[in-house]
């Protein structure tokens, strides 16, 4: 049976994901560049398999045939040489040192920065006029995380629109393998900019934290894994939260009564955001993991050396995880999800997306209490991609 095709569009993510999970535990589906992988979109086989000790994330030991640069849109994903895409030893060492600037104290001392920020942008909404139809994507869900991140890492001002141009440019999973290379070159370069004003000019930033962090036998990043950690941190705490704060805002809009017993209840955004997180996790795919031994999956086999695209998305929609999974309902009592991932590989920035997340929204609401979404805006263009599940823009009402 030939494979099939994932879709690259973002268009058909959450239903092609029902269909591949209806399909079997494992399917096979064609990547771009020629590959082919085992699609996994079963809720708990996702969960199991993110723990699984024959799963692997590190191309260099565990694809077989594996050529830095031979697939030319994987470049950002895969021959990057950071805690994400490492195991065992290597992945605790990377982890243990990036850790060091991701500290909770940090995260927790961003609060007034978030705030500020928040307040920034809407005073800019609120001059427009009031009926107006807007994009809240572009006016607030999009610069505020980006803004956060930047700040978070004393990027320069005049480097940010090419470094954030490049970013959203990587999630594009339908460019040509030429586009591909050029863009792993341009954010290549974007971090080898932002490294050289660090060290010219250190400040009280995460950049420069990572320059200068080391373990305690003096361990410090090399060049290569230093350029591979800025583009996953960057990268990934920006978009991640740009999609949590747009898929909750609409969500919101479009149930008005769970809307009105947020506001009547301030305590319930934390399930506001965990139940958006359920339904529209950020991320639908990140690329790729292999299998280091043969794998039963409920009679498929999966073989050593094969690759592995796992749904993370998936996960909050399977009716076998979740009662009427494709109903936004904050009042339910199982939100679980895999929306920061699972085990080992979880991600750092999950804290620092919350927070955002819950400083934003009723900052939102409060400033723009008659705000509605515009006629359409459910059904705006999605992101080019099988990695995000965001939407390019997001029409609303003010007011």
Not at 115 to 123: A, C, V
Request: charged share 25%; with cysteine; aromatic share 6%.
């Amino acid at each position: 049976m030939r494979p099939t095709v994932l879709d690259t569009t973002g268009a058909r993510l959450f239903e092609q994901a029902e269909e591949l999970r209806a399909a079997g535990p494992a399917v096979r589906v064609s990547l771009p560049g020629g590959l082919t992988a085992w699609s996994v979109s079963r809720g708990e086989l996702v969960r199991r398999l993110l723990v699984h000790p024959d799963v692997s994330k590190d191309a260099r030991k565990s694809w077989p045939g594996y050529r830095p640069g031979a697939v030319p849109w994987l470049t950002v994903w895969v021959d990057l040489v950071s805690m994400f895409t490492s195991d065992g030893p290597d992945h605790h060492r990377l982890r243990s040192l990036v850790g060091q600037a991701f500290t909770p104290r940090r995260i927790n001392a961003l609060r007034p920065a978030v705030e500020r920020i928040t307040s920034e942008l809407l005073d800019a909404m609120a001059g427009l006029p009031q009926g107006q139809e807007a994009d809240l994507r572009a006016l607030f869900a999009y610069p505020l995380p980006t803004r956060v991140i930047c700040d978070l890492f004393g990027v320069p001002q005049e480097q940010r629109p090419a470094m954030l141009r490049v970013i959203d440019r990587v999630l594009d999973t339908t460019v040509t393998p030429e586009e591909a290379e050029r863009i792993g070159y341009e954010l290549f370069a974007a971090m080898d900019r932002l490294i050289t004003a660090k060290r010219e000019r250190p400040g009280d930033d995460l950049t420069s934290v990572l320059l200068a962090v080391h373990g305690e036998d003096g361990d410090r990043l090399g060049e290569q894994e230093l350029v591979s950690t800025l583009i996953l941190l960057i990268g990934a705490g920006s978009e991640t939260t740009v999609s949590l704060i747009g898929h909750a805002a609409q969500a919101l809009l479009a149930h008005p009564a769970q809307l009105a017993a947020v506001l009547a209840d301030p305590t319930r955004w934390d399930d506001v955001i965990e139940e958006t997180l359920r339904l529209h996790s950020p991320v639908m795919h990140l690329p790729l993991r292999y299998a280091t031994a043969d794998i039963d999956l409920e009679g498929e086999t999966v073989r050593a050396g094969d690759l592995l695209i796992l749904a993370f998305g998936a996960h909050g929609r399977d009716p076998e995880v979740h009662e009427r999974p494709g109903e936004f309902d904050i009042d339910r009592a199982d939100k679980q999800h895999l929306a920061f991932g699972h085990g080992v590989h979880y991600c750092l920035g999950a804290p620092l997306a919350r927070l955002e997340a819950k400083v934003a929204l009723p900052a939102l609401f409060a400033r723009f209490p008659g705000l509605r979404a515009a006629p359409g805006g459910e059904s705006g263009p999605t992101q080019p991609s099988f990695i995000t599940t965001d939407r390019l823009s997001r029409p609303v009402l003010l007011a």
